[in-house]
């Protein structure tokens, strides 16, 4: 009787992880050159879900290679750091987390929380609380799945994790709590997507 209630069991949790996995639609691919302090530290490719938050993917897009008032992310930092929870950046105002504007005016509503932070990689909207989205984000270097139901995510990253995973080891002074080294966008771009391509929430590559 035991061992039939251990594979019970263990059937069990198998069932729930895979309905925990998510399908993801990536309609747009873009790629970003990632400088840690001046020196190119890799190159990270994001698939974009514009299918699910075409809103939130649209202001991302724009900021990222029109721009607002003439800025961009390019030669923004990622200034908060966290290791074993995330990497923060976009801040194309001041440059240091305290700015924020969306292509929709100073802030934008939350989409939706469809998808969920179940792991790293995952691109999410960085908020001061509900509806006040602009152009600050995060790239999760870990599950995070408290954030769920109060941060849109909009995108994954596909390649270059591990240009991620450099800066997010890189050592936060004691005295600002800031990083010790500038971890910047050098550039950014569009990649061919042919047609919208399926994804599971654990597709990553270093």
Not at 69 to 90: A, P, V
Not at 174 to 194: C, H, K, M, N, V
Request: aromatic residues 10%; neutral net charge.
């Amino acid at each position: 009787m035991k061992s039939i209630i251990f594979v019970f069991v263990v059937f069990s949790t198998l069932c729930a992880l895979s309905l925990a996995r998510q399908e993801l639609e990536v309609t747009e691919q873009m790629y970003f050159d990632l400088d840690i302090d001046g020196f190119h530290e890799g190159r990270i490719i994001v698939g974009l879900f514009g299918k699910d938050v075409p809103k939130t993917v649209e202001n991302f897009k724009q900021i990222a290679t029109v721009g607002i008032n003439n800025k961009t992310y390019i030669g923004t930092k990622f200034h908060r750091i966290i290791k074993n929870f995330m990497i923060q950046g976009g801040d194309i105002v001041f440059n240091d987390g305290r700015g924020g504007i969306s292509i929709y005016g100073d802030k934008f509503d939350d989409e939706n929380f469809n998808i969920k932070h179940t792991g790293s990689g995952f691109l999410s909207m960085a908020n001061s609380g509900p509806n006040t989205n602009g152009c600050q984000f995060f790239i999760t270097t870990a599950k995070t799945p408290w954030l769920d139901g109060h941060h849109t995510i909009f995108g994954k990253i596909l390649s270059g994790m591990k240009a991620i995973r450099a800066i997010e080891n890189i050592r936060i002074s004691a005295t600002s709590r800031r990083p010790s080294l500038d971890a910047t966008i050098r550039t950014a771009g569009f990649l061919p997507t042919p047609q919208p391509f399926m994804i599971t929430d654990d597709d990553i590559k270093e």
